[in-house]
């Protein structure tokens, strides 16, 4: 794939592949990829088994964003041992925005908390997680909170749902950020002044 001029390659740096096979290692798994170092060297790679699931995600920093892109172009959508890999650039952070905490529209009315750790536990340690509740009618307003531990298995658990249903029953597929951090209030807005 050609880089179209005014292309920020930068963003092909840091890449995230999810889909990878259980039974791959890591060692095969850099194996795979250690080819598409030709213009400098992999920094560093993070590979993760999921705890529920049979399959595997990885974040791989390349020195050049040339290897970056190549490695993306060649092994996104294939497919290895059975399982089709997706593999893009890994989303930069927003220090305005949480790097753990996850916010998801699109939960399914009769999930409680406990379903909603346990649908996105297979990612990683979560500290909490809360789904919203309309005070008025004590329903769920189907959006919720996941605060994962580490950043890596937040970043996995969007990429991997986001606008994903969480059953083909569901009316619509997950919508997932990462949350906004808490602003601090100044000390007009504690005193009720503007």
């Keep these: 794939m050609s880089t179209p001029p005014n292309k920020d390659v930068s963003i092909y740096t840091k890449l995230f592949v999810t889909n990878i096979p259980g039974n791959v290692s890591k060692d095969y798994f850099l ?44 092994l996104n959508r294939r497919i290895l041992h059975g399982h089709t890999m997706r593999v893009g650039p890994a989303s930069t952070r ?4 949480s790097d753990t905490n996850l916010y998801i529209e699109g939960v399914p009315s009769a999930w409680t908390d406990a379903d909603l750790r346990r649908h996105f536990g297979e990612f ?27 950043h890596e298995h937040a970043m996995a658990a969007m990429q991997t749902w986001h606008d994903h249903k969480a059953s083909s029953a569901q009316p619509r597929p997950f919508k997932i950020k990462f949350a906004n951090k808490a602003r601090k209030k100044d000390d007009d807005d504690i005193a009720g002044g503007g």
């Design 94 to 97: 927003n220090p305005a925005v």
């Design 31 to 74: 194996q795979l990829v250690q080819p598409y170092a030709q213009h400098g060297r992999i920094v560093e790679t993070k590979f993760f088994k999921r705890v529920v699931s049979e399959s595997c995600y990885a974040f791989i920093h390349f020195e050049s964003a040339v290897d970056g892109e190549k490695c993306m172009d060649d």
């Design 124 to 150: 990683g340690e979560i500290e909490a997680a809360r789904i919203l509740i309309d005070k008025a009618t004590n329903s769920s307003r189907e959006v919720g909170f996941v605060h994962f531990t580490q």
